[in-house]
C-alpha cells in the first residue's frame, strides 16, 4: 500500500482526483476579484452571485440522483458540456457587451455545469471506497476540489487578469475544464457503474437492488423524495448549506470591505488562496480526524463551533490589527475550522442503508445552496444592518449547525 493509500486516496480513482483538481482551477479563476469588476462596470454582484448560486444548487441537488440514475461518466460528460458554454457565453458575450440579461443567462448556465462533473465525481468515490475509508476519501475530494477553485485558481486569475486580460482570463477557464474532463473520464479507468460496494452483499443475498425497482424516471423522483422519507438526512443537508454560507457571503463582501482598511486587490488575493492552502490540507486531517474520533464530534466542535468563532475573528481582524500578517493569520484559523465540515459527507451518508446516491445529492443541494444563502445574506441584510451584521449572522448560523448535528448524531 502506497502513502497516498495509507492516507486514504484511492489509487483506482487518482486520476479522477486531479481531474477535478484542474476543472476546478479553472472555476476559481474569478473568485477574488470578479466582485469589484462587475461593481466597477455597474453591475450588482449579489445578484449575479444569487442567480449564478442558484443555478448551482439545482444542479448540486440533482448531480447524486442523476449520476445514479443515468450514469457517473455521463453526467459528469453533461456537466463539462454545460460549463463550457456559459464560460465562453459568460467571457466572449456577457462581458464584451456588459448586457445586465446575457451576463445573468450564461453565468447561470455556468452554474449548471460544474456541480454536474465535480460532484457527482463525489458519488464515484461514495460508491467505490468502504465505509471506513470514506471520510478520509471525501477529505481528498474537498483536499482537490478547494485546492483548484479557491487556491490555484485564485492565484492564476489575479496573475492572468493582469497580464492577458479579463476575457481571456474568463476564456481560459474552458481549457482547465477541458483538460480535467480528459483525466477524470478518459485517463481515470476507474469502475463507474452505478452500484454502490454494499449493493453487492444485497445481491448476494437475492435482494432487489434500488436502480432495479422500476424506471429510470421512477428512481429519479424516489431519490428525491429522500428529504421527506429520512428526515435527518434533510438536517444534514440544511448543515451542509450553513457550512459554506460564509465562503460566499465573503465572496461578495469581503474584497469591499476590506478595500475600506487599505487591503488592495492583490493583497486580498494573496490572503485568500493562501488562507485556503490551509483548508485543503485539514480537509484531509480532519477527513482522517473524524474516521478515529467520530464524525458528529469533529463536525459539531470544529465546523460549528470552530467557525462560529472564526468568522467573526476573520472579519473584525482589520479593526484589531490592520496588518497584512494578522488578517491572513485570522483568516487562516477560519479557514481551518471549515474543513471540520468533511465528516459530514461521510456521515449523511450512513444514516441510510438504501438510496446513498439521493443522500449524496442532499448534500450537493446544501453545497449549492450556500452559493445562494450566502450572496443573498449581503443583499438582504447589508443596507439595515451593515457588514458587521452579515458577520454576526453567519456566526449565529454555525452554531444552529453544531445543535444540528447533535441531532443527527442522536439515535
Not at 135 to 148: D, I, M, R
Request: hydrophobic share 55%; with cysteine.
Amino acid at each position: 500500500m502506497t502513502v497516498l493509500e495509507k492516507a486514504g486516496l484511492p489509487k483506482s480513482l487518482l486520476w479522477g482526483f486531479v481531474g477535478v483538481l484542474v476543472f476546478m482551477m479553472g472555476d476559481g479563476i474569478e473568485q477574488t476579484w470578479l466582485s469589484a469588476y462587475m461593481a466597477g462596470e455597474g453591475i450588482d454582484p449579489a445578484t449575479l452571485f444569487s442567480v449564478y448560486g442558484f443555478t448551482v444548487a439545482i444542479s448540486s441537488w440533482l448531480s447524486g440522483v442523476i449520476g445514479e440514475t443515468f450514469g457517473i461518466k455521463k453526467t459528469m460528460l453533461a456537466g463539462f458540456a454545460l460549463y463550457m458554454l456559459g464560460v465562453l457565453g459568460f467571457a466572449f458575450w456577457g462581458v464584451t457587451s456588459m448586457n445586465p440579461t446575457v451576463l445573468l443567462l450564461t453565468y447561470a448556465v455556468k452554474g449548471l455545469g460544474y456541480p454536474l462533473f465535480a460532484y457527482t465525481f463525489m458519488v464515484w468515490i461514495t460508491y467505490r471506497v468502504e465505509k471506513g475509508r470514506l471520510s478520509s476519501a471525501q477529505g481528498w475530494f474537498w483536499f482537490v476540489f478547494t485546492g483548484g477553485l479557491n487556491v490555484l485558481g485564485a492565484y492564476y486569475g489575479v496573475f492572468a487578469k493582469n497580464h492577458i486580460g479579463v476575457v481571456a482570463t474568463l476564456a481560459s477557464a474552458g481549457l482547465f475544464a477541458a483538460i480535467g474532463a480528459v483525466l477524470a473520464l478518459i485517463v481515470n479507468k476507474s469502475e463507474s457503474s452505478n452500484r454502490f460496494i454494499d449493493a453487492a452483499d444485497d445481491l448476494a443475498e437475492g435482494k432487489p437492488s434500488d436502480t432495479a425497482k422500476g424506471g429510470r424516471i421512477a428512481e429519479l423522483f424516489r431519490g428525491l423524495s429522500i428529504m421527506w422519507r429520512e428526515p435527518k438526512v434533510l438536517l444534514g443537508g440544511i448543515v451542509r448549506v450553513i457550512n459554506t454560507t460564509s465562503q460566499f457571503a465573503f465572496v461578495v463582501f469581503m474584497p469591499l470591505y476590506m478595500a475600506q482598511y487599505g487591503v488592495s486587490e492583490g493583497d486580498w488575493a494573496a490572503i485568500w488562496g493562501t488562507i485556503f492552502v490551509f483548508n485543503i490540507l485539514f480537509n484531509l486531517i480532519f477527513g482522517i480526524v473524524g474516521d478515529k474520533i467520530g464524525w458528529s464530534k469533529t463536525v459539531t466542535w470544529f465546523g460549528g463551533i470552530g467557525c462560529a468563532v472564526t468568522v467573526l475573528l476573520f472579519f473584525y481582524a482589520p479593526q484589531i490589527v490592520n496588518n497584512f500578517w494578522f488578517i491572513l493569520l485570522c483568516g487562516t484559523l477560519w479557514c481551518i475550522m471549515l474543513a471540520g465540515y468533511v465528516p459530514l459527507s461521510a456521515l449523511v451518508p450512513s444514516l441510510v442503508t438504501r438510496d446513498k446516491g439521493a443522500a449524496v445529492s442532499v448534500l450537493n443541494l446544501g453545497a449549492g445552496l450556500a452559493a445562494v444563502v450566502g450572496p443573498l445574506i449581503v443583499k438582504i441584510f447589508q443596507a439595515p444592518l451593515g457588514y458587521q451584521g452579515i458577520a454576526w449572522i453567519l456566526a449565529g448560523l454555525y452554531v444552529v449547525s453544531a445543535v444540528l448535528t447533535r441531532i443527527i448524531s442522536k439515535d
